[in-house]
Structure formats: structure tokens, C-alpha cells
């Protein structure tokens, strides 16, 4: 059973910086495609950014240029560095994995979910 752990997370005002982290309890490097993905109240998952085995990543529109995914197989963890943080960028975040070869941001993709930790950026 694979578990995916994400503490971290927080309260930050606008503008400011805050790093996620997801453990793993399983070598990382055997999971092709990690990915990070929100949920605002009300709405639905949102695909945030995702990182391949060869480091290749993408990012939603949203994020680009001031979010930071990273993956450290030897530590079998996976980073967020979120910088220049929006009150849009509220919800709770989630880390995704798969041993499937492509790395879409689509949720359904994904069949390793951790459970989530709250974001919250006040303006």
C-alpha cells in the first residue's frame, strides 16, 4: 500500500512564498509522472503542474513562471515552491503519482492521491 504524505501547507498573505512537500512511501524513481493539483471550495480538481521521470515538467497558465515543481527520487519526496502568491491560489492541494508512462495534467491520470493539505493566501 502506497501512501503519499503531505504536511506543510498554510497561511500566507499576497505576494509571499510558501514550499510543499509530499513524502512517498515507495522509491519514487519507479513512478513515471508526479504531479501537484488543487481544489477551491465548490469547484473542481484543478492540475497544477507535473514533473516526469526525466525531470520534464508543465505547468498550468496559472501558475507559470511563479510556481516550482521538483522531485528528489534519492529522498522519494516531491516539491511545490510557490512564490508570488495570489488569494486564487486558495484551496487544498494535492499530490499525485503514477507508474504510467505520460504526464498529463489530468487528474484521472493519476491512481496514487495523497490526502490533501489547505492552502490559504489572504489579500
Known amino acids: 500500500h502506497v501512501q503519499l504524505v503531505e504536511p506543510g501547507g498554510g497561511s500566507v498573505q499576497a505576494g509571499g512564498s510558501l514550499k510543499l512537500s509530499c513524502a512517498i512511501s515507495?522509491?519514487?524513481?519507479?513512478?513515471?509522472?508526479m504531479a501537484w493539483f488543487r481544489q477551491a471550495p465548490g469547484q473542481g480538481r484543478e492540475g497544477v503542474a507535473t514533473?516526469?521521470?526525466?525531470?520534464?515538467?508543465l505547468y498550468s497558465d496559472s501558475v507559470q513562471d511563479r510556481f516550482t515543481i521538483s522531485r528528489d527520487n534519492a529522498k522519494n519526496t516531491l516539491y511545490l515552491q510557490m512564490n508570488s502568491l495570489k488569494p486564487e491560489d486558495t484551496g487544498m492541494y494535492y499530490c499525485?503519482?503514477?507508474?504510467?508512462?505520460?504526464?498529463?495534467?489530468?487528474?484521472?491520470?493519476?491512481?496514487?492521491w495523497g490526502q490533501g493539505t489547505q492552502v490559504t493566501v489572504s489579500s
Open positions: 515507495r522509491y519514487t524513481y519507479s513512478l513515471y509522472c
Open positions: 514533473i516526469a521521470r526525466d525531470q520534464t515538467t
Open positions: 499525485a503519482a503514477t507508474e504510467n508512462y505520460f504526464c498529463p495534467l489530468r487528474a484521472a491520470w493519476f491512481n496514487l
